[in-house]
């Protein structure tokens, strides 16, 4: 079955880096979207970024610039690369996988941002 195994996240202090990673099993990564979502204690889950199987990205008005979403498909991996951290990016990151009629989510990482 499919299987999205994240990890990377933890505690940094604002301005702070963390790259998370997501290992992808039981699926051909390769002709998957995949996406990095997160959501925030009693807020809705919203997207960060997203990245097509043929490498095209887009990201969320509040991390251009900051954060960097890539894949290597021949280690089927999905990065979030997140640089120039604030408190507001506190929150459960969750990967994604879809395709038409096809989506799967990992079982979220952490990330926090405090002093």
């Known amino acids: 079955q499919v299987q999205l195994v994240e990890s990377g996240g933890g505690l940094v202090q604002p301005g702070g880096s963390l790259r998370l990673s997501c290992a992808a099993s039981?699926?051909?990564?390769?002709?998957?979207?995949m996406g990095w979502y997160r959501q925030a204690p009693g807020k809705q889950r919203e997207l960060v970024a997203d990245i097509t199987s043929g490498g095209s990205s887009k990201y969320a008005d509040s991390v251009k610039g900051r954060f960097t979403i890539s894949r290597d498909n021949a280690k089927n991996t999905v990065y979030l690369q997140m640089n120039s951290l604030k408190p507001e990016d506190t929150a459960v990151y969750y990967c994604?996988?879809?395709?038409?009629?096809?989506?799967?989510w990992g079982q979220g990482t952490q990330v926090t941002v405090s002093s």
């Open positions: 039981g699926m051909i990564f390769s002709i998957y979207a």
């Open positions: 994604n996988a879809n395709r038409p009629l096809q989506s799967y």
